[in-house]
């Protein structure tokens, strides 16, 4: 008997389309709430507030606030991780130092998208954070350890600077973040909108010929 083959209805189609976006908005509003109060002080009812969803809506989704806060740190890494598998193949043919580049540029791009990403890990950074253990194994140890490999690659090819490899890694997300996390004294006190594409592209611009860039400096390995 041959199976029977369910297709799904527009109708069904929308109503998948539609719990996306619902989550999607709830996860935007999450991680803002999370950046401006921490875990402890941030409200479901606060952030179904800021969605102009109701309360028992976000609950179903997410029955509690650590699962919602977890949601949010997998959306933001994941997102970071499909950017890379998207610009920077395994199999792919590039030097050491074009990876590098490419991924933390992606990483930069994920940070314009989610401006409030550097306050969200800013609040798990402090000593005593129960969720950062949880965090480090789930997703930032497993982005270190393939982006280490390449930045000693290409300290070895001479593009990049000696020294500890990590903390160059440390570094390049803390520069990533610049626009993100020095935004408002950027734009009161020189006039400079981080969110204008121009000085987007200007600072990356920067950041890629003082940092990834060995003809200015002729580093000497």
């Not at 050491?96 to 933390?104: A, D, G, K, L, T």
């Not at 990483?107 to 409030?116: A, H, I, R």
């Not at 408002?184 to 010929?209: F, K």
Request: aromatic share 8%; no cysteine; proline share 6%.
């Amino acid at each position: 008997m041959n199976a029977v083959i369910k297709r799904k209805t527009p109708a069904r189609r929308r109503e998948q389309q539609r719990a996306v976006e619902t989550r999607l908005t709830i996860l935007k509003a999450a991680l803002s709430e999370f950046a401006d109060k921490g875990f402890d002080a941030a409200s479901i009812r606060t952030i179904a507030e800021r969605t102009g969803l109701r309360h028992q809506l976000i609950t179903y989704h997410y029955r509690t606030k650590d699962a919602l806060w977890k949601a949010v740190a997998e959306h933001v890494f994941t997102r970071v991780r499909e950017l890379w598998d998207e610009r920077v193949p395994e199999n792919g043919r590039m030097t050491p130092i074009e990876r590098v580049r490419e991924e933390y540029r992606a990483f930069f791009n994920v940070t314009l998208d989610y401006p409030d990403l550097h306050h969200f890990m800013l609040r798990e950074s402090r000593p005593g954070s129960s969720r950062m253990p949880w965090l480090a194994e789930k997703y930032l140890k497993p982005l270190l350890s393939r982006l280490l490999p390449q930045i000693v690659a290409a300290q070895a090819d001479g593009e990049l600077p000696p020294g500890d490899p990590a903390l160059i890694h440390y570094m390049l997300v803390g520069m990533a973040t610049v626009l993100t996390s020095l935004g408002a004294d950027m734009a009161t006190t020189s006039g400079r909108e981080p969110s204008d594409p121009a000085v987007i592209a200007n600072y990356w611009t920067l950041l890629e010929a003082i940092i990834l860039n060995k003809k200015l400096y002729n580093w000497q390995v």
